[in-house]
């Protein structure tokens, strides 16, 4: 699972973000102090940055030079301002691309995914999601469970990736709806529910225990138990 480290001195903000990026499939660490996310950029494995110009103390463009200074890791600049002076000046001091707010979750995934498509695919943790006796293969497109393995369909796969990348987490019907089908808004929600039942379907008959892991929550949608 690749790691998104968020950097804006706003909490809701960060939250609006992380919401945003949960459901693909990544993880985020949520950082307020540029200084402080510095040092977790050292010390964490960080697959790409989304930090705010307009911060306290540091500003966005501080914080890049000086992550510049012993890192590569791909950043994408947060800005409320459209001047191109601005703009060329976060290139300028190292960050890769950048969005202007407000801006809405399409753009966001969008230029996150195209900047990690750059990067080399040899680390085993881009290819597999684990969770307990659980693999998850994003080559291959397949569940495992302990010795059995599932191939899934193209919706099921980002279905359960979602699921399974944030247990515990509660999905609304609207948000796995996003996940699967991105910008086909005129799906109808009553298509999770027979995707679920199917991929329930198919896991029981193959062996898998998934009524302990994959359950429903009446009135919202799913979570992975």
Known sequence: MRTILLIDDEKRMLDLIELFLIPHGFKCIKETSGQTAIEILKHKK?????????????????????????????????????????????????????????FDE?????????????????????????????????ETYSLQFNDLKVQLTLKEFYIIEALIARPQKTFTREQLLHVAWEYNTYTDIRTIDSHIRNLRDKLKTAGFPIDEFLKTVWGIGYKWN
């Open 46 to 102: 960080i697959s790409l940055v989304l930090l705010d110009i307009m911060m306290p103390d540091l500003d966005g463009w501080e914080v890049c030079r000086r992550i510049r200074k012993f890192s590569d890791v791909p950043v994408i600049m947060l800005t409320a301002r459209s001047d191109k002076l601005d703009l060329v000046k976060g290139l300028d001091t190292g960050a890769d691309d950048y969005v202007t707010k407000p």
């Open 106 to 138: 399409g753009e966001l995934v969008a230029r996150v995914n195209a900047l990690l498509r750059r990067l080399p695919d040899d680390e085993s943790d881009t290819e597999k999601i684990i969770y307990g006796d659980f693999k998850l293969d994003k």
